[in-house]
Each structure stands twice: as structure tokens, then as C-alpha cells.
């Protein structure tokens, strides 16, 4: 085994993936080898060669709560709780837990810059089951966590990045400037500026939407309550001007979690903005309807409520609930056919889902699910209950779920109308195959290239795809 120290900041990071971790195998059955458990469970936020992804990089050479053994497994065992790690005594063995340890101290002393799926090309061309689909990597430098991207008309598009920062893609490469003017955002963990949209009439009008994380104080202050809001506003060359809130909560509802703030964003053809609140981390959010978190909403444009939607007459103060029992959706599109609302999101330890968005539903979180919790134990015994919705589609062990794109592009004649997804764990997109409302049929299209934020047609026809880990824009299109 390596002599470097392993930090006890490993604890922290890794504490992030082992949510993933089923509990341990028992007296029984041999104890899992630390590569298999990191690839299995921990790659999903750490990048499947360490290099780092949703959580911290685990190759370093400073950490931030030192390199002590003993101080490490307190951590993994106990956990921190002002950094958000649960917990894991129970989910590992004692074996185990030193197993993985030892997994990652071997990787220590590697550079970053040499982990294959840094250094990895992406290749000219993908054969898929009905298709050659040629790639392009239309930028590689410059951006930081790319997120949401919307294209204005046939020369140009705008990206945010997480960090807070909205940029242009002009004739598929990136504008240098940022844009300026945008308001405070709090970036930790999956909190930051996250998905846009366009209006309907955004040719006539030029609003934006953005959802980002508003907080109450110092935007880099990592315990200052933040909550997920929603703005418009217009982009005057490089600035950011008339903005607008169009959705937030009370400031006595802001708490101090960087979990699970979903957030994709949607207009329908019917001019309905849809936008997704993860549970911040607290499950009863979800089944409560005096809380927006949990939930998917649906506003009008200018961020009223519809009459019509489902809690209008509830006395929550929260008539923008359109379905709960939401954990984390991050994923949400309109399907060009049926015209319904398909929304994907995150499980707990497996349990990812793939649900349609209909008005009052009750999608169970976490009173029915397919996961466990993050250390090992039961959520809950139920799959189904009455009253609740199951998913069309679920994942055990979790994908990841991230963006959906269904394929209305001509350019695709062999994929009409199936569904493409971006999953975060093994850096994947697949195709999914619907007939009847049910997915038959999944094809992994793309792996091991970056985690998938994005997917999206532009106005050429073509599937472009922001990933981060390394931060890049993606544009695949049929070989002629």
C-alpha cells in the first residue's frame, strides 16, 4: 500500500458518493474490495477515476481536515455535519471501510491531469444500433460547470455555468466575456445558477428565465440560507438588464442546505412555465404542501398562477404546486406527440425515476420509493401506496438521472419520438425506446466522456450536450 497520508477531507468527499453504498454485505459473504465499491457507488460524485465531479476530487495534495487515518475513518463512520456527510457506520464494514481507504490512498500522487477520463478523447464517431453519429467537441476550454443552454436563433446560444455565470456561444464557439449584471449566486454542491429557458416569444419580447440560488446575506458565506428562485430579465449585448422575479419563497422558509435544489426549467406549447424544486435534503418537503420544496410548479409567464392548477384553492401559500412527492428532479421536457410533461429525477441509494407530470399527482417521495437511504437503511418497505403514482421507469442501483431530450428532430427519422437522457454516474447518454407510455427499450449511446448536464436540439437539427468533468460542449449529428 501507498505510504501517503489519505486526508481526513477524503472522509468529506467520499461521504458524498457512499450515500450510494448498499449496507454492508454481512458476516456471510466476503467483504468488497475497495475498487469495486469506489466504481460501483462513489464514482457517481467523484468522477469514475477520482478526478472529481458533483463531489471534490479525491487525488490531491492538500486536504482540508488533514491526513490522519484515525480522524478519516471518524468521519466516514459518524460523519460532518456542518458539511453536509452523513454517516456510515452502518452502511460499511469495518473491512470494507479500510478497503476503500486503501483504494484511494494507492491512487495518491497521481496527477489529475493524467486520469483517463480527462486525457480521453472524444471520438470522430459513434456507431450506434440505428445510426453513425459523427461527434464534434465544440469547446473544451473555457467554461465552468456548464448547465443550461438555449439557443437563440441560428447563430447563437446561451450557457449558464454553476458557479453564477451566463455566456455566449456564438457560430459554436465561446464568447470570451461574460455576461455582467446578474444577481448574487450562491454556489455549493448542487445549489448555483442552474437551468434557462426562453419565452414562447422570445423573438419579440427577449425574456430570459433563469433559476438560480438566492441567498440571504454573503453569497460566498456557506451558511447563509439560500433558497431557488426563478428571475427573467433581457441580455443587451454583454449585460443583464430589467430583471424580474417571477418565483421565490418567503425569506422565513430560506434554510442552510446545498442539496437537492433541483432545478430544470420548461415552457410548454401552451405558454406554461414548469420548473422543478428538489427536497433541500429534508424528505418531509416533499409530501408537505405547505413547503415548496419536493414539488414541480407551474406558472404563467409573467409568474402568476394559473386558476386552474391543481392547489389554486389550498390554503398553502404555494398555489404553484403542480405535482409532489418530488425528491430531486432534474430533468423535465414536453413529449412532441402526446404533448404531456415527462420529468426525470434522482433517487436516494437507486430508486431514480421517470415520471409524467400531471396535475395534483403524488410521485410518493418518500413514502414509496425504490432506494434506501444514503447509509444503507430502509426509507421505507413500500414501492406502491395508495394514492401515489408510480414512475413509468425506475433505476436500481441509480443512473444518475439528469437532463431528457424526446427527438422531434428530422435529422433523426430512426429515433421520432424517443427519449434521450443524460445520466451523471458512468457519464452516459441513452436512448430510451416508449411505445404505450412504457420504456421497452434502452440503448447507452455515449460513455465515459464527462457527466451529461445537458441535452438539447439546435435550431441545425443537431443534439449538442454540455458535460462537465472536463467542462465541454458536445454536437452529434447522422454521417451522411
Given at each position: 500500500?501507498?505510504?501517503?497520508?489519505?486526508?481526513?477531507?477524503?472522509?468529506?468527499?467520499?461521504?458524498?458518493?457512499?450515500?450510494?453504498?448498499?449496507?454492508?454485505?454481512?458476516?456471510?459473504?466476503?467483504?468488497?474490495?475497495?475498487?469495486?465499491?469506489?466504481?460501483?457507488?462513489?464514482?457517481?460524485?467523484?468522477?469514475?477515476?477520482?478526478?472529481?465531479?458533483?463531489?471534490?476530487?479525491?487525488?490531491?495534495?492538500?486536504?482540508?481536515?488533514?491526513?490522519?487515518?484515525?480522524?478519516?475513518?471518524?468521519?466516514?463512520?459518524?460523519?460532518?455535519?456542518?458539511?453536509?456527510?452523513?454517516?456510515?457506520?452502518?452502511?460499511?464494514?469495518?473491512?470494507?471501510?479500510?478497503?476503500?481507504?486503501?483504494?484511494?490512498?494507492?491512487?495518491?500522487?497521481?496527477?489529475?491531469?493524467?486520469?483517463?477520463?480527462?486525457?480521453?478523447?472524444?471520438?470522430?464517431?459513434?456507431?450506434?444500433?440505428?445510426?453513425?453519429?459523427?461527434?464534434?467537441?465544440?469547446?473544451?476550454?473555457?467554461?465552468?460547470?456548464?448547465?443550461?443552454?438555449?439557443?437563440?436563433?441560428?447563430?447563437?446560444?446561451?450557457?449558464?455555468?454553476?458557479?453564477?455565470?451566463?455566456?455566449?456561444?456564438?457560430?459554436?464557439?465561446?464568447?470570451?466575456?461574460?455576461?455582467?449584471?446578474?444577481?448574487?449566486?450562491?454556489?455549493?454542491?448542487?445549489?448555483?445558477?442552474?437551468?434557462?429557458?426562453?419565452?414562447?416569444?422570445?423573438?419579440?419580447?427577449?425574456?430570459?428565465?433563469?433559476?438560480?440560488?438566492?441567498?440571504?446575506?454573503?453569497?460566498?458565506?456557506?451558511?447563509?440560507?439560500?433558497?431557488?428562485?426563478?428571475?427573467?430579465?433581457?441580455?443587451?449585448?454583454?449585460?443583464?438588464?430589467?430583471?424580474?422575479?417571477?418565483?421565490?419563497?418567503?425569506?422565513?422558509?430560506?434554510?442552510?442546505?446545498?442539496?437537492?435544489?433541483?432545478?430544470?426549467?420548461?415552457?410548454?406549447?401552451?405558454?406554461?412555465?414548469?420548473?422543478?424544486?428538489?427536497?433541500?435534503?429534508?424528505?418531509?418537503?416533499?409530501?408537505?404542501?405547505?413547503?415548496?420544496?419536493?414539488?414541480?410548479?407551474?406558472?404563467?409567464?409573467?409568474?402568476?398562477?394559473?386558476?386552474?392548477?391543481?392547489?389554486?384553492?389550498?390554503?398553502?401559500?404555494?398555489?404553484?404546486?403542480?405535482?409532489?412527492?418530488?425528491?430531486?428532479?432534474?430533468?423535465?421536457?414536453?413529449?412532441?406527440?402526446?404533448?404531456?410533461?415527462?420529468?426525470?429525477?434522482?433517487?436516494?441509494?437507486?430508486?431514480?425515476?421517470?415520471?409524467?407530470?400531471?396535475?395534483?399527482?403524488?410521485?410518493?417521495?418518500?413514502?414509496?420509493?425504490?432506494?434506501?437511504?444514503?447509509?444503507?437503511?430502509?426509507?421505507?418497505?413500500?414501492?406502491?401506496?395508495?394514492?401515489?403514482?408510480?414512475?413509468?421507469?425506475?433505476?436500481?442501483?441509480?443512473?444518475?438521472?439528469?437532463?431528457?431530450?424526446f427527438v422531434s428532430s428530422a435529422r433523426f427519422p430512426e429515433w421520432?419520438?424517443?427519449?434521450?437522457?443524460?445520466?451523471?454516474?458512468?457519464?452516459?447518454?441513452?436512448?430510451?425506446?416508449?411505445?404505450?407510455?412504457?420504456?421497452?427499450?434502452?440503448?447507452?449511446?455515449?460513455?465515459?466522456?464527462?457527466?451529461?448536464?445537458?441535452?438539447?436540439?439546435?435550431?441545425?437539427?443537431?443534439?449538442?450536450?454540455?458535460?462537465?468533468?472536463?467542462?465541454?460542449?458536445?454536437?452529434?449529428?447522422?454521417?451522411?
Amino acid at each position: 500500500m501507498s505510504s501517503s497520508p489519505i486526508p481526513a477531507i477524503f472522509a468529506v468527499a467520499l461521504a458524498i458518493a457512499l450515500p450510494h453504498l448498499s449496507g454492508h454485505e454481512g458476516p456471510d459473504k466476503p467483504a468488497r474490495s475497495g475498487e469495486a465499491i469506489y466504481q460501483t457507488f462513489c464514482a457517481t460524485c467523484h468522477g469514475m477515476n477520482l478526478e472529481g465531479g458533483k463531489a471534490q476530487s479525491l487525488i490531491k495534495e492538500v486536504w482540508q481536515f488533514g491526513s490522519q487515518r484515525y480522524a478519516m475513518r471518524d468521519h466516514v463512520n459518524f460523519g460532518i455535519p456542518t458539511v453536509g456527510m452523513p454517516a456510515f457506520g452502518a452502511a460499511l464494514s469495518s473491512e470494507e471501510v479500510d478497503n476503500l481507504l486503501d483504494y484511494v490512498v494507492s491512487k495518491q500522487g497521481t496527477k489529475p491531469s493524467a486520469n483517463p477520463s480527462i486525457r480521453r478523447e472524444v471520438p470522430n464517431e459513434i456507431d450506434t444500433e440505428l445510426n453513425t453519429l459523427a461527434v464534434a467537441v465544440l469547446v473544451s476550454e473555457g467554461l465552468n460547470i456548464p448547465t443550461g443552454i438555449e439557443f437563440v436563433d441560428d447563430r447563437r446560444a446561451l450557457i449558464t455555468e454553476r458557479p453564477g455565470g451566463l455566456r455566449w456561444l456564438v457560430d459554436g464557439e465561446l464568447d470570451p466575456k461574460p455576461i455582467q449584471g446578474l444577481p448574487p449566486t450562491w454556489y455549493f454542491r448542487d445549489a448555483g445558477m442552474l437551468d434557462l429557458a426562453l419565452h414562447p416569444e422570445y423573438e419579440d419580447n427577449g425574456w430570459i428565465y433563469i433559476a438560480n440560488s438566492d441567498p440571504i446575506g454573503d453569497s460566498k458565506d456557506r451558511k447563509a440560507p439560500a433558497m431557488l428562485q426563478i428571475i427573467r430579465g433581457r441580455v443587451d449585448g454583454h449585460k443583464w438588464i430589467d430583471q424580474e422575479l417571477i418565483f421565490s419563497v418567503p425569506r422565513d422558509e430560506y434554510t442552510v442546505s446545498s442539496v437537492h435544489f433541483g432545478a430544470r426549467i420548461l415552457f410548454d406549447t401552451e405558454g406554461y412555465l414548469y420548473f422543478s424544486t428538489g427536497d433541500k435534503g429534508v424528505p418531509e418537503n416533499s409530501q408537505d404542501l405547505f413547503s415548496a420544496q419536493g414539488k414541480i410548479h407551474r406558472l404563467h409567464d409573467d409568474g402568476s398562477v394559473p386558476k386552474d392548477n391543481p392547489f389554486y384553492n389550498h390554503p398553502t401559500r404555494h398555489k404553484s404546486i403542480y405535482t409532489y412527492g418530488n425528491r430531486n428532479p432534474q430533468g423535465i421536457d414536453q413529449h412532441p406527440e402526446t404533448g404531456e410533461i415527462w420529468a426525470t429525477e434522482h433517487g436516494p441509494m437507486g430508486g431514480d425515476e421517470l415520471n409524467v407530470v400531471r396535475p395534483g399527482l403524488n410521485h410518493g417521495w418518500p413514502i414509496a420509493t425504490y432506494g434506501k437511504n444514503h447509509d444503507g437503511t430502509i426509507i421505507s418497505k413500500k414501492t406502491e401506496y395508495p394514492g401515489v403514482t408510480p414512475p413509468i421507469h425506475y433505476w436500481v442501483p441509480s443512473i444518475a438521472t439528469c437532463p431528457i431530450a424526446f427527438v422531434s428532430s428530422a435529422r433523426f427519422p430512426e429515433w421520432k419520438h424517443n427519449l434521450l437522457l443524460g445520466a451523471l454516474k458512468y457519464q452516459e447518454i441513452r436512448r430510451l425506446v416508449i411505445e404505450g407510455g412504457q420504456v421497452v427499450k434502452e440503448e447507452t449511446l455515449f460513455q465515459g466522456y464527462g457527466r451529461v448536464r445537458e441535452l438539447k436540439f439546435g435550431p441545425d437539427g443537431a443534439l449538442y450536450a454540455l458535460t462537465n468533468d472536463p467542462d465541454q460542449l458536445l454536437r452529434f449529428a447522422p454521417k451522411k
